[in-house]
């Protein structure tokens, strides 16, 4: 810190110590932006009390479907106090990565695979974690304490905890929005000992509007707020294991991983504002799901080499790539489904034989 509360000031007496903490805040501000975040805020870790229970509503209704670490850490999630007693102060920010153009025209091209947009780049994790560390490191230079980086990788309700900090708030769809940023941006979380000024919290601007729940292919969002991850082509094509249900394999279309149909729809991304990283400009692309179709396990490690996409395996992706030929109702990839037919992996030959089934109908 510039100054410490045992340091005099020039007239004799000792600085206020709100004056110190609001001086080392504005300067924190300062330091994020120029690691590249596009908003800070803070709140406590015993902010949001009501994420206990709804978190315990969501899995009494079973809507974690196979995300069995949910319950797991159930305590945790749900009370972030709980994670690390000692922490006083939650930094929560925010980190931009807007997609250009139109992130719904793949849809159309119904050869190619479509991929969310937060995975078309480098993976965020370690882009998010690596400026949540230097940022945390100067922290600690200037005043000591003790920090705790997380970015989606622990027992961290992170979009509570932003919308009590006011970094933006849930929308309908469950993610977080912002009316200076839109909904495009990632969330990493900065724990702390030290007892810094709290943010105000942020309320709902949704209004009436339903434009995140009507775009939902498959009709994940039970009511306003509320998510069924079962139904949600995010989970379904990362989370979740074996067979999709079949009457929830057409409406994939050609998403083969993650989903941004609510996202593309809020009208908050007016006010959007675009990446700053380049590691957020797009890699993947839209793959030809032929060339999707014939990866084995390491043509797949190196094809997604660095992309979050790697994490679900080829056996998961090559699942969500027949079912986006089924959907393409192009019969000239029957015969990249058929060579799929005999696959070892149960969910994958099940996919390819209802994807033969389909195009030949």
Not at 82 to 87: C, D, G, R
Not at 240 to 252: I, S
């Given at each position: 810190m510039p100054t410490s509360i045992s340091d005099p000031t020039p007239g004799g007496q000792p600085p206020d110590p709100g004056d110190i903490w609001a001086t080392l805040k504005a300067q924190l501000l300062g330091?994020?932006?120029a690691e590249g975040f596009s908003k800070l805020r803070i709140c406590a870790p015993e902010a949001v009390p009501e994420a206990a229970g709804r978190l315990r509503a969501f899995l009494l209704a079973g809507r974690q479907g196979q995300m069995g670490w949910m319950a797991e850490r159930e305590e945790w999630r749900g009370n972030p106090?709980?994670?690390?007693?000692?922490?006083r102060s939650v930094i929560m920010l925010a980190e931009v990565y807007t997609?250009?153009?139109?992130?719904?025209?793949?849809?159309?091209?119904?050869?190619?695979?479509?991929?969310?947009?937060?995975?078309?780049?480098?993976?965020?994790?370690?882009?998010?974690?690596?400026?949540?560390?230097?940022?945390?490191?100067?922290?600690?230079?200037?005043?000591?304490?003790?920090?705790?980086?997380?970015?989606?990788?622990?027992?961290v309700m992170e979009k509570p905890l932003a919308q009590a900090a006011g970094l933006g708030w849930q929308g309908k769809h469950t993610n977080l929005l912002a009316r200076?940023?839109?909904?495009?941006?990632?969330?990493?979380?900065?724990?702390?000992?030290?007892?810094?000024?709290?943010?105000e919290a942020e309320i709902s601007h949704c209004g009436s509007c339903t434009a995140c729940l009507d775009a939902c292919p498959t009709g994940a969002f039970p009511a306003p707020y509320q998510?069924?991850?079962?139904?949600?082509?995010?989970?379904?094509?990362?989370?979740?294991?074996?067979?999709?249900?079949?009457?929830?394999?057409?409406?994939?279309?050609?998403?083969i991983y993650g989903c941004d149909d609510c996202l593309a729809a809020c009208p908050w991304n007016k006010f959007a504002a675009a990446a700053r990283d380049l590691g957020y400009q797009p890699k993947v692309g839209l793959p030809e799901l032929v060339e999707l179709a014939?990866?084995?396990?390491?043509?797949?490690?190196?094809?997604?080499?660095?992309?979050?996409?790697?994490?679900?395996?080829?056996?998961?992706?090559?699942?969500?790539?027949?079912?986006?030929?089924?959907?393409?109702?192009?019969?000239?990839?029957?015969?990249?489904?058929?060579?799929?037919?005999?696959?070892?992996?149960?969910?994958?030959?099940?996919?390819?034989?209802?994807?033969?089934?389909?195009?030949?109908?």
């Open positions: 330091h994020a932006e106090a709980a994670l690390w007693p000692e922490a997609p250009d153009g139109d992130p719904m025209a793949g849809l159309a091209e119904r050869d190619r695979g479509v991929v969310s947009c937060y995975a078309q780049g480098k993976d965020y994790h370690d882009l998010v974690k690596r400026r949540l560390k230097r940022l945390g490191r100067w922290l600690l230079d200037q005043s000591g304490g003790e920090i705790k980086v997380f970015v989606d990788t622990a027992p200076d940023l839109g909904n495009w941006f990632f969330l990493g979380a900065i724990f702390t000992t030290l007892d810094l000024p709290k943010d998510l069924d991850a079962r139904r949600c082509i995010s989970y379904l094509t990362i989370e979740h294991k074996g067979p999709v249900a079949e009457d929830l394999r057409g409406l994939m279309g050609n998403r014939a990866l084995d396990d390491a043509a797949f490690r190196a094809r997604f080499a660095g992309s979050p996409v790697k994490r679900i395996g080829r056996d998961r992706m090559v699942r969500n790539v027949l079912y986006a030929i089924g959907n393409s109702g192009n019969p000239a990839l029957i015969s990249a489904a058929l060579r799929l037919v005999a696959d070892p992996d149960p969910a994958v030959s099940d996919a390819a034989r209802w994807a033969v089934d389909r195009l030949r109908r």
